[in-house]
């Protein structure tokens, strides 16, 4: 499936800078993937399965340490609609990893902003969603993701993990996180979440490094089983 999917990627256009509006769907079915997906300087691509009880992602042993998909360099991009199971012992890094690797070098006004997540499970994952930066000097916006209705069960680092300073005004609604040790991490950034159930957690719900931080984050609603 990997070399399919990635070829359909390729082919559409979704790593160019030109691309705009192009929808990629998975049908219902299994999908195995033994390398990850790059989407890259994508602008408003739709990756869709046909529902998270419908089109399963699964990763090989492979991809132990890597993200599923890598969204890098993007902009008003959406993945929804599926469920990812990873290997236990071999997890990848992220179902998703938000990526800033260039610092408007490249594309000019290209960002990584607006990433839209909703309909989609995870289990037997490091984290559901990773967001990046390759360098200092890269640490542009990587920003105002929606995360809706999402349900991540199973992981060992943190549900939600931001590991720098401009990656700001996360939204996440609804949804779970379930059996891990910290549902948010935070290296920088800041988020708002509501209406998010909690349970099994082994460690913190908001793991907070210290350094700097030039946004609130907000949490309300929260649930706890």
């Known amino acids: 499936s990997t070399t399919a999917v990635q070829a359909l990627l390729t082919a559409a256009g979704v790593n160019s800078v030109a691309t705009n509006g192009l929808t990629l769907r998975f049908p219902a079915g299994r999908f195995k993937i033994s390398s990850t997906l790059l989407s890259d300087l994508a602008r408003g691509v739709q990756i869709r399965g046909a529902g998270r009880s419908a089109t399963f992602i ?15 360099d993007f902009y008003h991009c959406s993945i929804e609609g599926m469920t990812v199971q990873g290997v236990s012992g071999s997890e990848p890094s992220a179902v998703i990893q938000s990526h800033r690797e260039r610092n408007n070098g490249v594309a000019p006004g290209m960002i990584c902003q607006k990433l839209h997540v909703d309909d989609l499970e995870a289990f037997v994952v490091q984290r559901a969603i990773h967001w990046t930066c390759s360098n200092p000097a890269a640490d542009g916006n990587n920003d105002q993701a929606t995360i809706s ?57 908001v793991d907070v490094t210290p350094g700097t931080y030039i946004h609130p984050t907000l949490l309300k609603g929260i649930g706890h089983e």
């Not at 699964?58 to 890098?72: D, E, I, R, S």
């Open 58 to 72: 699964l990763p090989t042993a492979a991809m132990a340490g890597l993200p599923v998909f890598k969204m890098q």
């Open 149 to 205: 209705r999402v349900y991540v069960h199973s992981f060992t680092v943190a549900a939600y993990d931001i590991t720098h300073l401009n990656s700001v005004w996360h939204r996440f609604i609804g949804g779970e996180i379930i059996g891990g040790p910290i549902a948010w991490r935070m290296a920088g950034g800041s988020f708002t979440a509501s209406d998010v159930v909690l349970a099994a957690l082994t460690d913190v719900e």
